[in-house]
C-alpha cells in the first residue's frame, strides 16, 4: 500500500530537509507561480512529486503542480502499468500530462533517445503553460554526470541545480542534488513505491551505467566518495558551467 504524504519516517524526514535545502540554497522556486514535474515512474521522479507536493505551502509559496509523463515502448517509464501514475496523481491532485516517444529498437541510441524524450516533456510544458520543469536527479545521478564529463570530456562539470534551456523557453531545476539515491530507495520501499522502469536494453551497458559500477568500486577504497565528489562538484563543477 502506497502512503505518499506526510508524516514520515525518519528517512522521508531527512529527504524532505535535503530537498528544502536546495530549494532555499539554489534559489530554485525564486519568481516561480507553477511547476511541472518530470514523471518516469522510478522511484526518483515519484519520491519528488511526493515531496514537492508536501513541501510547496509549507515554507515555500503554494506552487500548483504538473506532472508530465513519457510513455512508449524503450522510454523510461516503459515498465509502468496502466493507472498506477493516474492513481498516484489523483491522490495527490496533480493533473499529469501523457506524451508518447517513438523511439524504436533498431535505431535505439542514448542520446537521441534522450534527446526525444526532454523535448517531449518540454513541449508538453510549454503548451500546458509552463515554464519551470523539476527533475528527479539526485547526488549520484550527478556525481555519474561528474566522471562522465571528466573522463570523456576532461571537464570537471556535473549536474547543475537550475539550468535555462533557451532554445525551449524553459528552465530546468533539480531540488534533489543533496539526497544521495539510496535514501531515495529505502525511502520508494518503505512508502509502497519502489518500481524498477528501464526496459532499455541499450542502458544496460550504456558508459554512465560502467561509471555508476566505477563508483561503486571506488566506495570500498573511499567510503565518502560520492559525498565527497558532490561537494566537489558543487563547490568548482557548477561555478565552472555556470560561466560557460
Not at 522511484?43 to 510547496?56: N, P
Not at 498506477?84 to 496533480?94: F, Q
Amino acid at each position: 500500500m502506497m502512503k505518499l504524504t506526510p508524516p514520515w519516517t525518519q528517512m522521508g524526514k531527512k529527504i524532505e530537509s535535503a530537498c528544502r535545502k536546495a530549494l532555499f540554497d539554489f534559489n530554485l522556486l525564486e519568481g516561480v507561480d507553477s511547476l511541472a514535474i518530470a514523471l518516469s515512474g522510478g522511484k526518483d521522479s515519484v519520491c519528488l512529486l511526493v515531496m514537492l507536493k508536501a513541501i510547496l505551502g509549507r515554507g515555500f509559496p503554494s506552487i500548483p503542480l504538473t506532472a508530465i509523463h513519457v510513455s512508449g515502448e524503450f522510454s523510461c517509464g516503459a515498465s509502468v502499468q496502466g493507472g498506477y501514475l493516474e492513481k498516484i496523481c489523483s491522490e495527490l491532485e496533480v493533473p499529469l500530462i501523457t506524451c508518447h516517444s517513438e523511439q524504436r529498437l533498431e535505431t535505439l541510441s542514448c542520446y537521441p533517445c534522450s534527446r526525444e524524450r526532454r523535448k517531449l516533456i518540454f513541449d508538453a510544458a510549454k503548451k500546458a503553460g509552463e515554464k519551470v520543469i523539476a527533475f528527479g536527479h539526485h547526488e549520484d545521478d550527478s556525481n555519474e554526470t561528474l566522471m562522465l564529463n571528466l573522463l570523456h570530456k576532461g571537464e570537471f562539470a556535473a549536474n547543475l541545480p537550475k539550468v535555462p534551456m533557451h532554445d525551449y523557453g524553459v528552465t530546468i531545476i533539480r531540488p534533489f542534488l543533496y539526497v544521495p539515491e539510496k535514501a531515495i530507495y529505502e525511502f520508494a520501499k518503505l512508502h509502497g513505491f519502489l518500481r524498477f522502469t528501464c526496459q532499455c536494453p541499450v542502458g544496460q551497458r550504456s558508459k554512465r551505467r560502467a561509471v555508476k559500477a566505477l563508483l561503486e568500486e571506488m566506495k570500498e577504497h573511499f567510503p565518502n566518495v560520492q559525498t565527497n565528489l558532490a561537494q566537489a562538484a558543487l563547490n568548482y563543477g557548477s561555478k565552472k558551467a555556470l560561466n560557460k
